[in-house]
């Protein structure tokens, strides 16, 4: 069997080609997967490339915490041959759409087994739940390609050098993104290596990277902070003189942009954290993304 046409060339940055390309020699059909954001559509495509095609229920620019499935979304699941989602209580419409769309196809759980969930924390006070934005650690996106490649050759054994191929490009660029991140904050002492941001996203990449993050809203975006928060914490930022504030994509800015004004301090750009955006706005691939976001907290942290 000849392989040369499942090779496509990537670059440290480029998009991962999506159109199906039937194998030369063979007649065999795109894999089909549905994933729940795009996030994960991008390293599922980061491996599968031009052998499978992947749908996304919340697409680019979508917001996974309001997100609310309609009939249409039953409707994506068509003749899938695996569904892949996050896990850790980030998906918790997932069971009944997959009842509904009578899936019967292989359900891949990325965060099953990795190596140190975190509890989410809301206001410094312990959590019940599992905190589920375990990608903002690419040592955790490493054990999620490797689930993702493992069963895409499980699925399709014959593409199997391919996919295997692609998984191995890959978690080098992983492994090359979480050195350059923790380069890039070196030159930073423990007292500028604090932020604030609107919803607490950052657990994985603040215990990754030693930064706190400090945040008024809880594990949510949807929830809002009480007066007690709001006043606890820019009492906060003007005693730990915290410089830099940080808005996330996609998440009403008002009160952060209230309390940046009431305190004097900076708005940083945009953080990306629940998905990936249209082309040309920055973060359309999760590499890009995790850059976007280390350089613009270094700079807000160098204001400090
Ligand atoms: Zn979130």
């Not at 997932?94 to 292989?106: C, E, P, Q, Y």
């Not at 007690?228 to 003189?241: D, F, H």
């Not at 996330?248 to 990306?272: C, F, M």
Request: proline content about 6%; glycine content about 6%; charged content about 20%.
């Amino acid at each position: 069997m000849r392989r040369r046409d499942w090779i496509t060339s990537v670059g440290c940055f480029g998009l991962a080609a999506t159109a199906p390309i039937a194998a030369s020699g063979q007649n065999a059909p795109p894999l089909s997967v549905v994933t729940s954001f795009s996030i994960l559509q991008d390293l599922i495509e980061q491996v599968g490339k031009n052998r499978i095609v992947v749908r996304s229920l919340i697409g680019v620019d979508g917001h996974a915490h309001a997100f609310e499935p309609r009939p249409s979304h039953v409707q994506s699941f068509g003749q899938a041959q695996m569904v892949v989602l996050n896990g850790l209580r980030y998906e918790p419409w997932a069971d009944r759409l997959i009842k509904s769309a009578n899936f019967k196809g292989r359900v891949l759980t990325v965060s099953d087994g990795i190596p140190e969930p975190l509890q989410a924390t809301k206001t410094g006070r312990p959590d019940t739940d599992p905190d589920p934005h375990a990608w903002q650690n690419p040592r955790n996106v490493i054990h999620y390609v490797q689930g993702i490649a493992d069963a895409l050759c499980d699925l399709d054994p014959a593409a199997k050098d391919h996919y295997r191929r692609s998984e191995q490009a890959y978690l080098t660029e992983l492994r090359e993104l979480d050195q350059w991140i923790e380069l890039q904050f070196l030159p930073l002492s423990s007292a500028q290596r604090r932020v604030i941001t609107s919803h607490q996203a950052f657990a994985y990449f603040a215990q990754r990277y030693q930064i706190e993050f400090l945040a008024p809203q809880g594990i949510s975006s949807e929830s809002r902070p009480s007066a007690k928060t709001v006043a606890r914490l820019i009492s906060q930022i003007k005693s730990e003189r915290i410089k830099a504030v940080f808005l996330e994509h996609l998440t009403d800015g008002r009160l952060l942009q209230q309390i940046a004004k009431d305190t004097g301090v900076r708005v940083g750009p945009s953080l990306y954290v629940e998905a990936l955006t249209a082309p040309g706005k920055g973060a359309e691939t999760y590499l890009q993304m995790m850059r976007h976001n280390t350089l613009a907290l270094v700079a807000g942290m160098q204001a400090s």
